[in-house]
């Protein structure tokens, strides 16, 4: 049974696109459809956190607003950060789901027991998930990654 989801943003929870406003700030477009199923899965009792390569108010805001359990950011290796995790809440990896799009989130293979990669993920990262799923990523990724937990568990 999963018992963590740890998803990447860019590109997952948003199209991968970044938007600079005047300022130099930021922006990203997150999907509504995620944060409906995110609180889904939380209230299945599955924990829900961010490891990002990017550091972003958008995403924090974001995080916040929806409760995600841990976000950090500004990440170079995601599978430190996860064994980091694991260790100290005690979590075997085959109870942790990973979900990426590019190749920096490989590294998360080492660490995690699911590993899925959003539809328009790079060849890398598909060859190396357990699923590919049908969704890109900004497009509601996290309403097919609950309908697979149902089907999983």
């Given at each position: 049974?999963?018992?963590?989801?740890?998803?990447?943003?860019?590109?997952?929870?948003?199209?991968?696109?970044?938007?600079?406003?005047?300022?130099?700030?930021?922006l990203?477009?997150?999907?509504?459809?995620?944060?409906?199923?995110?609180?889904?899965?939380?209230?299945?009792?599955?924990?829900?956190?961010?490891?990002?390569?990017?550091?972003?108010?958008a995403?924090?805001?974001?995080?916040?607003?929806?409760?995600?359990?841990?976000?950090?950011?500004?990440?170079?290796?995601?599978?430190?950060?996860?064994?980091?995790?694991?260790?100290?809440?005690q979590?075997?990896?085959?109870?942790?789901?990973?979900?990426?799009?590019?190749?920096?989130?490989?590294?998360?293979?080492?660490?995690?027991?699911?590993?899925?990669?959003?539809?328009?993920?790079?060849?890398?990262?598909?060859?190396?998930?357990?699923?590919?799923?049908?969704?890109?990523?900004?497009?509601?990724?996290?309403q097919?990654?609950?309908?697979?937990?149902?089907?999983?568990?």
């Open positions: 049974m999963i018992q963590w989801i740890i998803s990447d943003c860019d590109g997952v929870l948003t199209d991968g696109r970044l938007y600079y406003d005047q300022e130099g700030e930021v990203k477009v997150f999907n509504v459809k995620d944060g409906t199923a995110i609180k889904a899965i939380k209230a299945l009792g599955i924990k829900f956190g961010v490891i990002s390569g990017r550091s972003s108010k995403l924090q805001k974001r995080s916040d607003e929806l409760g995600f359990d841990f976000c950090y950011m500004g990440v170079v290796n995601k599978a430190a950060v996860i064994s980091e995790l694991r260790r100290e809440h979590i075997p990896k085959n109870k942790i789901l990973f979900v990426g799009d590019d190749v920096n989130d490989c590294s998360a293979r080492e660490e995690c027991g699911l590993l899925f990669a959003v539809n328009d993920a790079t060849e890398e990262l598909k060859e190396i998930a357990d699923i590919t799923l049908r969704t890109k990523g900004g497009l509601g990724v996290f097919e990654v609950l309908k697979k937990i149902h089907e999983h568990q």
